[in-house]
C-alpha cells in the first residue's frame, strides 16, 4: 500500500475512533442521544470503508 493510502487510512481508524468515544459520551450524558446515534453510524461507515479498501 502505498504511503499516503496508509496514511489515510490510519486518520479514518482514528477518525472512527473519536466518533464511537464522543457518540457514547452524548447517550451516557443524555445531552443529544439522537446525535450520539448519529455519531455511531458515522464510525460503522468509516470502519467498514477502511476495511473494504484493505482487502
Known amino acids: ?3 499516503f493510502a496508509a496514511w489515510a ?3 479514518a481508524m482514528i477518525a472512527a475512533f473519536l466518533l464511537i468515544v464522543g457518540g457514547i459520551v452524548l447517550i ?5 442521544g439522537k446525535r450520539g446515534v448519529l455519531m455511531l453510524i458515522a464510525a460503522a461507515v468509516l470502519i ?8
Do not use: E, F
Not at 451516557?28 to 443529544?32: A, E, I
Not at 467498514?48 to 482487502?55: D, L, M, P, Y
Open 1 to 3: 500500500m502505498q504511503t
Open 9 to 11: 487510512l490510519g486518520i
Open 28 to 32: 451516557r450524558r443524555d445531552h443529544d
Open 48 to 55: 467498514a470503508n477502511v476495511a473494504i479498501w484493505t482487502v
